[in-house]
């Protein structure tokens, strides 16, 4: 049983099978009506995606105002250069991104998997009720989002921070209180916070991961002696990892591309003190701020490349640790 | 495989329709006519584009002039009805131009725009725009001269100072003056009222009689122990008492609102972040100025502070002052309108902007309309500029955005008008307040243009939230910090 399809094995056999022998003249005619049929999805790609990356790539290599474009000058790889080893903010960016990643991606991969095993358990009453009501937040739109939870953190009047000073008797509130979303040390928090409430896709992926688990396993497990965190680390967290690896490499390339929440709430100012500037934050404000929309493109073309290379280094250690049920070891 | 060939044949000519739909029928970056034309009525001039323009009506045959608003006042809900009636009534009256409103939204027009014009889409009329908003597009204005002296726009009603201040340098004359917002004070009458403390003067250089009968010279000084006084904590302690909560202020006492750390440093005196050699510069009034807004955040704490000033009690449709917990602010003529006093549940009234070392400066905002180099059809544009800022049309525009008549002809009876429509219950506003503070106008403008003017407003805002935010800071260091950081944009610039 597969939970997640191992695509890759499948298209190395049918490449490898073209190679070896030629089309029919009947496959020579299905290859063409499969074109044809997807061909609207290829023109929609080719226009909407393949030439603007192409002319994003052109931009790169000019020194282009939106507001002048008659004024717009070829440069060549001068923005390269300058976003390679001139501006120290892309890299700082880059950091601070890598940074915010680094606690919000486990916190949320975690809460989500907790959250599924926990609605996936037979003892839980109202299951239904319960997936619904963590599956609601994520149906409303992040920009409320934010702005709620800008509210409920604030400061002065959040209700967290009220609470905490009504339970406890420290001073949460005021200038010296805890300040979420002014505190550098505080603030990735805070904004994972955001990010928790929306957790509902991610638990239903696993949710469904979970259910494609085979019960037999558990029951021989059961019979063998096995206690529920020994059934949770060597059965489901081995079977689970394919939906592991792909929340993963979803959540790291949507933590690279993170920029709603700091520009909803301080308009891309990296308040505080710079912390919020993720890559994305500061692609923006070079292109749409400043309108440097030839350096925006090049740092487009770069978080492009470092995408990938995260991508294909994870998929190079995926072998390791990522248990497909139909592959043979 | 006939049928595979026809298929093949028909999707190609499908996808050539879609590319040319998508490529063609948009016109590459439009130049501007040349406005040196030979000249001839302003009718004339649009009927050529008629035939093929590509925004023309196919139900009308009238040239389609885009004005787009959002880069300075309009984009304000209350404001939008009253612009679009501006609309039709411009177009009832008209067989040749159709003139289409796009109102956007201030913190995306500034994208909007630019996209708009990097597309080959620019609209033809921008405005209301201040000085900020024009210098944020440099190079993208048509120089209006040529077109000034084509249909012998008569200028004489105009101060002629004011119309300088929209020449610029190597671009022309990129306006005509419209509306002037100079800035002064605003006062919650009732927090006074029960502070029981007179208000602040409403004449420029009178002083300030405390509630002794004592006289003041009204100037920073004594603004801020007026401001100190009127800060409250939850106890009831104001910030001179040695009793008083700083953590749990219930009222302020001023504001700076709605201005940026050149505005605040413009409150001293004029100024400007380049000296004449174009190298970055902090004048030491300016200096000044920031230590005193810093002091007054985190020492004096009679000015909200960044962590202040997201609390609900300092939350209003107009901002702080509109919350009713704040005494005074300093802010331009703009704000006094609807939208932010017209529902307050406290009576207000303006004062004088108070000296510093013995000078006065109210700091001036100035908006006009301009028209884009993009724009297909200068000249009927024109045309709806010379109509939007006529003796006959400009008042309604300025009823809409609280602005004072560039027009002088306008100026003696603008006040009556505008009272009578924007505030009919009330009659003890000190207009004349808003006509002195003129005399006192900076120059250099706080909105001048800078060397990579969205880089340098970013770095400063961006020192500016940090001493917001940051009780402990060090001052001095920071000052150091953005100069040098100035610096180095203004060098990149070069």
Known sequence: ???????????????????????????????????????????????????????????????????????????????????????????????????????????????????????????????????????????????????????????????????????????????????????????????????????????????????????????????????????????????????????????????????????????????????????????????????????????????????????????????????????ER | MKSFKLLFVSIMLMLAAVLNAACGSSPSTPSAQPTTAPASEPTQAVAPTQASAPTQSAASSRTKIRWFVGLGAGSDEGAIPAQNAFVERFNASQDKIELVIEIVDNNVAFDTLATQIAAGNAPCVVGPVGIRGRDSFKGAWLDLQPLIDKYNYDLSDFDPNLIKFYQVKEEGQLGIPFAIFPSFIIYNKDLFDEAGLPYPPAEHGAPWVDENGVEHEWNIETLTELAKKLTVDANGNDATSPNFDPQKIVQFGWMNQWTDPRGIGTFFGPGSLVDEKGNAQIPDHWKAAWKWTYDGWWKDWFIPNGPYGGADFLQGPGGPFSSGNLAMIHIHMWYVAPWALGNVDFDWNLAATPSYNGTITAKMHADTFGILKGCPYPDAAFEVLSHMLSAEHASELLTIYGGMPARLSLQPNYFQEYNKTSFPNKTDINWDVVVEAMKYADNPNHESWMPSFQETTDRYNEFWNYLANTPDADFEAEVAKLKADLQKIFDAAK
């Open chain 1, 1 to 327: 049983m597969a939970i997640v399809p191992d695509l890759s094995g499948a298209l190395r056999s049918s490449i490898g099978k073209a190679k070896r022998r030629k089309l029919s003249q009947l496959e020579k005619k299905e290859m063409r009506w499969g074109l044809m049929f997807i061909s609207p999805w290829i023109i929609g790609f080719l226009a909407f995606y393949l030439l603007p990356m192409i002319a994003s790539f052109g931009f790169s290599l000019y020194d282009f105002n939106p507001a002048i474009p008659d004024q717009a000058r070829f440069i060549g790889f001068a923005n390269w250069q300058r976003a390679l080893f001139q501006d120290a903010e892309v890299w700082r960016s880059l950091r601070r991104t890598i940074h915010f990643a680094a606690i919000s991606l486990p916190i949320s991969l975690l809460f989500a998997l907790f959250l599924a095993i926990l609605l996936n358990s037979e003892n839980v009453l109202g299951r239904s009720i319960y997936r619904t009501l963590f599956y609601m937040p994520t149906m409303i739109p992040l920009v409320a989002t934010v702005l709620i939870w800008n509210g409920v953190l604030n400061e002065q009047t959040g209700w967290i921070n009220v609470i905490i000073e009504r339970l406890t008797g420290i001073r949460a509130t005021g200038t010296q209180g805890l300040r979420w979303l002014a505190d550098p040390n505080l603030v990735y928090y805070a904004y994972t916070l955001f990010g928790l409430w929306g957790v509902g896709n991610a638990m239903i992926i696993f949710l469904a991961g979970l259910q494609g688990i085979p019960k037999e396993l558990y029951e021989a497990a059961e019979i063998d002696g096995a206690n529920w965190l020994q059934r949770l680390i060597f059965i489901t967290i081995p079977l689970l990892t394919p939906v592991i690896f792909y929340q993963l490499v979803l959540g790291v390339i949507g933590s690279l591309q993170y920029f709603l929440a700091p520009f909803v709430l301080n308009n891309g100012t990296g308040f505080p003190e710079g912390m919020t500037r993720f890559f994305m934050v500061y692609f923006y404000k070079q292109s749409f701020t400043f309108f440097s929309m030839g350096y925006g493109a090049t740092l487009a073309w770069l978080m492009l490349i470092i995408a990938m290379i995260i991508t294909i280094v994870l998929f190079g250690t995926a072998r390791y640790w990522v248990f497909y049920t139909t592959e």
